[in-house]
């Protein structure tokens, strides 16, 4: 008996509503058994003027039926689960809502394990037998279950589609074929999928080496991303040690500055008051001489003053002068003068190294592409736009700055700048203090004649090869109020364009594109170099006299 209940399989004690093994089960008058909660749930819902019924044989009660829990049942199920229940034959599944059904069952239909494309229906594994075993049906084409095959019936002709139309691309029926197809290129369906095969296995080849092309490609980028974590982690830590070591150098300087102003302080005090001790001994002793005199002078006996005046009259020389020779009162000042001094050099380089450290992590650029696009709009360009100021180091003694240092003038009168190795000594002209990498752009508003350059900061400052062009260390721009012409290293090349008084320059400094503008109500390209910049560049005006020229503030 045991061995035979263990050969029930879970279909035989499963509720029908939720395809699960019973629970609480209960019989209704039909006979058929449901989980207490599932009938109960699916009574509830039918509406309460319609009788109820069974939901698998239909059946109707009324009025509805009392549940009673089927306790030999539930016995049953508790002692197979117990002992193990055998999975359900494969002819048993049934179909889900995901899941092609059986054409051929009635009832509950069984999911389809195969689909037939000459049948065009879809079979469960007790339905397809005959399909292995009679000699007719083993000729049908067999293939996944499908829930498709009436699309493989021409509407029209309510034919199995059997043939494609290459004309139209399309598969049709025979009838198709002599009708509104007749006269187009047609074959069989099997004909045009043996193309279509070959076309597809063409396709997945080249999808296969595209897949892997593109799988090297997010290895080689995963390096890179690796690789730049790596990079920027060793930056950050390097830096940090760098910023480190300059922060220690200013403690120790200082500590020393400290030391040394202490130090100085204590020998100063200490010769000022060994000074003040040796007065006030002498202060000292000259009160006391003075009241021996005093007390002399009132001596009545003219024999005894003339015998002691001798001694008390003579007075010893003093170690020191009559008067103390004292500096200024400017005692420390001057060291405070030349830290501030030092300080502001120091802001200077940081301000100057800041704007070069700043862009050299901004140009890290992993991903190449296509170069620039020359930018034909000034709203374009201004995306890149720099302030500039000019640096008084480098000014000729006949230009002034102004606005700022935004903005140089020629005049007759030097003006007395400190002498300084940047400055330039034989052309008029000045270099700005910013260095430029990167994509920059800047104008500048010029009156009768000035050149518009950029230079490396290792241009001569003195003699005929240190003027803007005029070496292979300066690019530059002629404008004056009828013609332009490009100079560098001595070289002049003729620019046309149309006149304006303000003159734009795009910067491109790792693509080595530098180009010149004239702007005014529209933007036109005067003259263009591409070349390879091996260092930071700086902005350079040069300008004629009685002539201005201006960096603006754009926007």
């Given at each position: 008996m045991a061995q035979r209940r263990l050969q029930l399989d879970e279909e035989t004690f499963s509720c029908s509503i939720c395809l699960d093994l019973l629970k609480d089960p209960v019989t209704i008058p039909?006979?058929?058994?449901y989980c207490m909660n599932c009938i109960k749930d699916h009574w509830d819902n039918e509406d309460e003027n319609q009788t109820h019924s069974c939901p698998q044989c239909r059946q109707s009660f009324t009025p509805r039926p009392v549940l009673v829990k089927n306790t030999m049942l539930a016995v049953l199920v508790e002692e197979l689960k117990k002992t193990g229940l055998q999975a359900a034959p494969a002819d048993l599944c049934y179909a889900g809502a995901e899941d092609v059904a059986c054409d051929v069952c009635t009832g509950r239909k069984l999911r389809a394990v195969k689909s037939c494309?000459?049948?065009?229906?879809?079979?469960?594994?007790?339905?397809?037998?005959p399909h292995y075993e009679a000699a007719p049906l083993k000729k049908h084409k067999l293939v996944e279950p499908s829930e498709k095959l009436k699309e493989n019936i021409c509407s029209r002709h309510d034919e199995v589609m059997k043939m494609f139309c290459r004309t139209d691309q399309q598969c049709i029926c025979y009838l198709c074929s002599v009708d509104e197809h007749k006269g187009h290129d047609t074959v069989s369906a099997a004909a045009a999928r043996t193309e279509r095969q070959r076309e597809l296995e063409v396709s997945r080849q080249n999808i296969q080496q595209r897949i892997q092309d593109r799988e090297e490609d997010v290895k080689v980028l995963q390096q890179e991303v690796e690789a730049i974590n790596g990079s920027a982690d060793k930056a950050v830590e390097h830096s940090e040690k760098i910023f480190t070591e300059l922060i220690r150098l200013m403690e120790k300087r200082r500590s020393d500055v400290k030391q040394q102003v202490?130090?100085?302080?204590?020998?100063?005090?200490?010769?000022?008051?060994?000074?003040?001790?040796?007065l006030e001994q002498e202060i000292t002793e000259l009160k006391r001489k003075d009241a021996e005199l005093k007390k002399l002078s009132h001596t009545e006996d003219h024999n005894q003053f003339l015998h002691n005046y001798p001694s008390l009259s003579a007075l010893s020389e003093s170690t020191h002068s009559s008067s103390i020779n004292i500096r200024p009162r400017r005692y420390f000042e001057d060291v405070t003068a030349a830290v501030s001094e030092v300080r502001d050099k120091l802001q200077d380089v940081l301000r100057e190294t800041w704007t070069?450290?700043?862009?050299?992590?901004?140009?890290?650029?992993?991903?190449?592409?296509?170069?620039?696009?020359?930018?034909?709009?000034?709203?374009?360009?201004?995306?890149y736009s720099r302030e500039i100021t000019l640096d008084p180091n480098t000014v000729y003694k006949h230009l002034l700055l102004s606005e700022g240092n935004r903005k140089v003038t020629?005049?007759?009168?030097?003006?007395?700048?400190?002498?300084?190795?940047?400055?330039?000594?034989?052309?008029y002209q000045v270099l700005s203090r910013e260095s430029l990498t990167g994509r920059c752009y800047?104008?500048?508003?010029?009156?009768?004649?000035?050149?518009?350059?950029?230079?490396?900061?290792?241009?001569?400052?003195?003699?005929?090869?240190?003027?803007?062009?005029?070496?292979?260390?300066?690019?530059?721009?002629?404008?004056?109020?009828?013609?332009?012409?490009?100079?560098h290293n001595k070289v002049e090349t003729p620019v046309s364009g149309p006149r304006s008084s303000r003159l734009g320059v795009y910067l491109d400094h790792s693509a080595g594109i530098l180009s010149f503008y004239s702007v005014?109500?529209?933007?036109?390209?005067?003259?263009?170099v591409q070349t390879t910049f091996t260092q930071p560049l700086y902005a350079g005006l040069l300008v004629y006299y009685e002539s201005t020229a201006e960096f603006s503030k754009v926007k």
């Open positions: 039909c006979g058929h058994s494309l000459v049948c065009l229906a879809s079979y469960c594994d007790k339905h397809l037998q202490r130090s100085q302080q204590e020998t100063e005090v200490s010769r000022v008051k060994e000074l003040q001790e040796k070069n450290i700043s862009l050299t992590v901004t140009e890290v650029d992993v991903l190449l592409s296509n170069p620039q696009p020359e930018n034909k709009t000034r709203a374009g360009l201004l995306r020629y005049i007759s009168q030097p003006q007395s700048y400190s002498s300084h190795p940047d400055r330039f000594t034989s052309y800047w104008e500048v508003e010029w009156r009768r004649g000035v050149y518009v350059a950029v230079a490396y900061k290792s241009i001569n400052r003195t003699g005929d090869v240190s003027g803007f062009g005029r070496n292979d260390k300066s690019w530059s721009l002629h404008c004056v109020n009828n013609s332009y012409n490009f100079y005014s109500e529209t933007i036109t390209l005067l003259h263009r």
